[in-house]
């Protein structure tokens, strides 16, 4: 079993930058961003196999958020830019066997975007 903790969220205004950060217990995982917007379904936006050289995203989020895991550290990164109000949910790192079977999760760290 492996523990996650999130951190970086906040409130930024549209067209700014917010990079999260998700601390493991373990590296030996893939990892992915899900976010849940008020209302709406949690859905991935992002997620990276053990070593980095695989990487998904949403379509919503190709080409202004980038993945990236630091295995020496046990942490996996969601570089955020060019936000949107859109954007805003509470952000979840997640951790399990296959980009299809993340199964366990930090406790979120919420991303408000202004416009």
């Known amino acids: 079993q492996v523990q996650l903790v999130e951190s970086g969220g906040g409130l930024v205004q549209a067209g700014g930058s917010l990079r999260l950060s998700c601390a493991a217990t373990?590296?030996?995982?893939?990892m992915g961003w899900f976010r849940q917007a008020p209302g709406k379904e949690r859905e991935q936006v992002a997620a990276i196999n053990w070593s980095g050289g695989s990487t998904i995203y949403t379509d919503s989020v190709k080409g202004r958020f980038t993945i990236s895991r630091d295995n020496a550290k046990n942490t996996v990164y969601l570089q955020m830019n060019s936000l949107k109000p859109e954007d805003t949910a509470v952000y979840y790192c997640?951790?399990?066997?296959?980009?299809?079977?993340?199964?366990?999760w930090g406790q979120g760290t919420q991303v408000t975007v202004s416009s």
């Open positions: 373990a590296s030996s995982y893939v």
């Open positions: 997640a951790a399990g066997a296959s980009f299809r079977s993340l199964s366990y």
